[in-house]
């Protein structure tokens, strides 16, 4: 089995910076990307950003110069750095790792449970 286990959501204001972890254990091959998805209340989930295990990056235009995301290949960690926090990044964050169980199996999606993240004076 497989689990991703985020952490450090939170109340934050306008402004501030949060970062957010998301660790993932179990029978893991080989992990291809690990991303950060959103869903804010009454909207589809969407991507904010992911990596890929050689270090590429892509960003939600929302996001730029604003978030980082980070991976710690030996842990099966992701982070996201989110700085200068506004009122619409408020959403439940999902970690998602993209992975394989061997050597011979097809990649599949992993979900995380999610964490709030909500920006408000």
Not at 59 to 66: E, F, I, L, N
């Amino acid at each position: 089995q497989v689990q991703l286990v985020e952490s450090g959501g939170g109340l934050v204001q306008p402004g501030a910076s949060l970062r957010l972890s998301c660790a993932a254990s179990g029978r893991i091959f080989n992990i291809i990307n690990m991303a950060w998805y959103r869903q804010a209340p009454g909207k589809q989930r969407e991507l904010v950003a992911r990596i890929a295990s050689g270090g590429s990056t892509y960003y939600a235009d929302s996001v730029k110069g604003r978030f980082t995301v980070s991976r710690d290949n030996a842990k099966n960690t992701v982070y996201l750095q989110m700085n200068n926090l506004k009122p619409e990044d408020t959403a439940v964050y999902y970690c998602n790792a993209r992975l394989t169980l061997s050597s011979i199996w097809a990649p599949d999606d992993y979900w995380g449970q999610g964490t709030q993240v909500t920006v408000s004076s």
